[in-house]
């Protein structure tokens, strides 16, 4: 059962390990083991759950996806009390962000760990000009207002679709929680809800693509 969740970047996990030291005098990292990595170069979907290969800029990733929910299921995970789970995700096309106008957003994405959602945000790839920004909520949670694109590790690709070959409407971003869990197998979800009801065709207009999963068991004691 998943008690609690911290989202961390690549420097954070030390950080997160600091505080339980300096909250708690017996709190220390006993282990730390990768249990699992896929970029999906060797096509390996095992375990997976609505997985479809696509190839987006010479790369092999999951997707794309609208709206629907993909998964990856674990077994015979060592003794741990914490998991960090890193997702690479690749933000397509027209995302909106944080609009609540019902028309063009808000635009969702989330994840979660067995049968709780541990993270959820937005995301915008519309250009901010004085005048008129879609913001984006990541890299915290919805609901807070941050510029398009912030947190990203690549800003410059190629739409998927709605513009594809122009450059700078597919996002990069790393995705890294770490949670309580126990068990000895754990599923993993994705999904998003997009909002674009003046679209014709909305998976064109919006989209996301997994380009790698990575989970590690920690135990802290």
Known sequence: MVLKSWLVDKASLAALIAFFFLTSCVDTLDSEQVVYTNDFSN???AGFENARLFLFQKDTVLGYYHNDEVAVNLEN?????????????????????NPVDGVGGADFWFFG???QEVFRTTFSNTPCVST?????????????????????TSTNMPGRCLFDGTEGYTTRYSISQIVEHTNSKVRIHMNSELVQTNSPN????????????????????
Request: hydrophobic share 35%; glycine share 2%.
């Open 43 to 45: 096509s390996d979907l």
């Open 77 to 97: 995970l060592p003794i741990h009390n914490l998991l960090k789970v890193t997702l690479e995700i690749l933000i397509h096309d027209s995302w909106d962000g």
């Open 113 to 115: 760990v067995d049968n």
């Open 132 to 152: 008129y920004c879609l913001r984006q909520s990541y890299p915290s949670t919805y609901f807070r207002q941050n510029a398009p694109k912030t947190g990203a």
């Open 202 to 221: 909305p998976i064109c207009d919006e989209s996301w693509s997994l380009a790698s999963v990575k989970v590690e068991a920690l135990t802290l004691k």
